[in-house]
């Protein structure tokens, strides 16, 4: 690849891994502060291809086979699919200009799993092929990248909670804030009762990380055939909740209505000044993948 890289850090799981090909959220939701689409989409084929080293200790070959791999998926991507993340985010703005409804979350969810849906199918014949390539030696490679993986988000999991509550509600005050400009005491105070500060949600997110580690461990190991492989893990990553166990998917559920709740209630609260804030943001996305479109 001619683009140039410096990285920190490491995929968290194996679905993580899988997910960070699914760009399509990323470059809608996942850029913050300082850093811009542009940057995100400019160096992701080699933080990716530098990732999937990272877990793999890839050969020569299926080095050169992940490049040329990702920058032919790219080229698709932009001109593919980043025009209808400009017409979704152009939709979402005129939106914001009333009082949304349920229906238009439904929308909005929808939208978002058609784009992970489209990307997933991209990529999809490589990676079965990239994984149907893997030597024997390297499954329990990335079985012990993971085991470090699973210690890192641990301990992460440990200096989260040492924070304290104030801590951590400060946190999801700004990351709300990121979106909408200052909250007022009455939509924090709301936030707070939506959202109790408890350690569950780790304990059920670690739960589900481990199963599904397992389950991709699984498939790779027992399922040598390219398409049956391509199959298993579309079917994986595009239809989790079928493994959710009932506790599990108990917590989705509620998860779920407290983020349709708190969308609803930041709309009907909303102050003129907080909605021109969240249409700006649309609008800098909106000029920023243009601008990938046009490089």
């Known amino acids: 690849m001619s683009r140039k890289f410096m990285a920190g ?20 939701v996942g850029a913050q502060g300082c850093t811009s689409l542009n ?32 920058d032919r998926f790219f080229l698709t991507y932009k001109y593919q699919e980043i025009p209808k993340y400009i017409e979704f985010l152009q939709d979402a703005k005129s939106r914001s200009n009333r009082q949304l409804t349920e229906a238009d979350l439904v929308w909005f969810w929808d939208s978002l799993r058609q784009f992970n849906e489209n990307i997933a199918n991209l990529l999809a014949e490589d990676v079965s092929l990239f994984l149907a390539s893997l030597e ?107 493994y959710y166990s009932k506790a599990y998917q108990t917590y989705t559920e509620s998860r779920n209505q407290r983020s349709v709740k708190l969308i609803l209630m930041l709309d009907k609260t909303a102050t003129k000044q907080q909605r ?7 609008d800098e996305y909106i000029e920023e993948l243009q601008r990938i479109i046009s490089s």
């Open 136 to 242: 024997q030696n390297q499954i329990p490679y990335l079985q012990s990248k993971l085991n470090e993986s699973n210690q890192d988000w641990k301990e992460e999991r440990e200096k989260r909670l040492e924070r304290t509550v104030e801590e951590r509600l400060e946190r999801r005050y700004e990351r709300i804030e990121e979106w909408v400009g200052p909250l007022s005491k009455n939509q924090k105070d709301q936030i707070v009762e939506m959202y109790p500060m408890t350690g569950d949600e780790d304990d059920f997110r670690y739960t589900r990380r481990l199963s599904s580690q397992q389950r991709f461990l699984n498939i790779i190991e027992s399922v040598n055939e390219r398409q049956a492989l391509r199959t298993r893990l579309l079917d994986w990553y595009l239809k989790p909740e079928q």
């Open 39 to 70: 940057n995100i989409y400019y160096w992701a084929d080699t933080y990716l291809a530098w990732q999937i080293d990272d877990f793999f200790d890839l050969t020569n070959e299926q080095e050169a086979f992940v490049d040329k791999g990702l």
């Open 9 to 28: 850090g490491i995929v968290k799981s194996t679905k993580s891994l899988f997910s960070q090909l699914i760009l399509g959220l990323v470059l809608i």
């Open 276 to 282: 021109q804030f969240f249409q700006d943001k649309l």
